[in-house]
């Protein structure tokens, strides 16, 4: 068999030029494409990651930002809560210091006032007792009141002794002005001298005696000089009474074992600082 090498050779030759034409016009576009969309692709998914990086920061600020709002909130409400419970706590002191304050006025309202009616019963019971005290003794004893009462009085000033007698007597050698006599009533001259001798005679001299009606001494009689006075009055007697009877209200069963006892003549010790004492003597 003859080959045709003509033929062959043009058959190579448009076998290349069949492959030059697919490599140029198809090969060479198609890997163009191939290559322009892989990095298409690549840029997409560049892109695409560089979203999702993104979205990520931006939801990880959004995690953060939030957790610091309710940080906050929680910490405005916790705020919030104590101060509205200080506020609370503020309001029910005041509200109660308040109330206390008008509790105490009203307290010492009505011990003002029961003082105010204990001290008018009070000397209302002594007027009444001396006014019955004078009529008894003016109708059984055919005596005046006034009489007994100097009586008792002259009777304490001569059993004076001790400390009491002491202070007296110098009281009396110190006084540059006259012995202070006071009494309810106006005394009578012979009283006034009864007085005068029960002086001398218990401090042995010759005291300078100055009388004087009071009223607020009640039913009594009462010496002072140079800061001591000694004083004697039914009001002992009544202010005894009162505190039995005060017992009496509070505790009867203490009251009724109390035992009774005489009311007392009260000697005064003023210092010049103005400061007193009591030496009271035993009522016989």
């Known amino acids: 068999m003859l080959i045709d090498w003509f033929t062959v050779g043009a058959q190579v030759l448009n076998f290349l030029i069949l492959v030059w034409l697919l490599k140029h016009f198809l090969y060479q576009p198609i890997l163009d494409a191939i290559d322009a969309r892989e990095k298409r692709i690549a840029a997409e998914l560049a892109d695409a990651e560089a979203k999702k990086t993104e979205a990520k920061q931006e939801r990880d600020t959004f995690q953060h930002k939030n957790d610091e709002f309710d940080r906050q909130r929680a910490a405005l409400l916790s705020q919030a809560t104590d101060e509205a419970k200080a506020e609370g706590q503020r309001l029910m002191d005041e509200a109660r210091q308040v109330a206390d304050t008008l509790s105490a006025r009203q307290m010492e309202t009505l011990r003002n006032d029961a003082h105010s009616l204990n001290q008018a019963i009070s000397r209302r019971t002594q007027q009444e007792v001396f006014a019955i005290a004078h009529k008894a003794l003016t109708d059984l004893a055919s005596t005046s009141l006034e009489e007994r009462l100097v009586e008792v009085f002259t009777r304490r000033l001569r059993e004076l002794d001790g400390q009491a007698k002491d202070d007296l007597a110098r009281a009396l050698n110190t006084a540059s002005a006259p012995v202070l006599v006071r009494s309810a009533f106006e005394l009578p001259t012979e009283q ?92 016989k």
């Open 192 to 283: 006034r001298a009864a007085i005068q001798q029960a002086l001398n005679e218990t401090f042995s001299a010759a005291i300078q005696v100055r009388f004087e009606t009071a009223r607020d001494v009640i039913s009594g009689i009462e010496l002072t000089t140079n800061g001591q006075k000694v004083a004697w009055s039914i009001a002992d007697y009544l202010a005894s009474l009162e505190k039995s009877v005060g017992e009496l209200l509070t505790d009867p069963s203490k009251a009724r074992d109390r035992p009774q006892t005489k009311p007392e003549a009260n000697v005064d010790h003023k210092s010049k600082s103005g400061t007193n004492a009591a030496a009271p003597e035993q009522a």
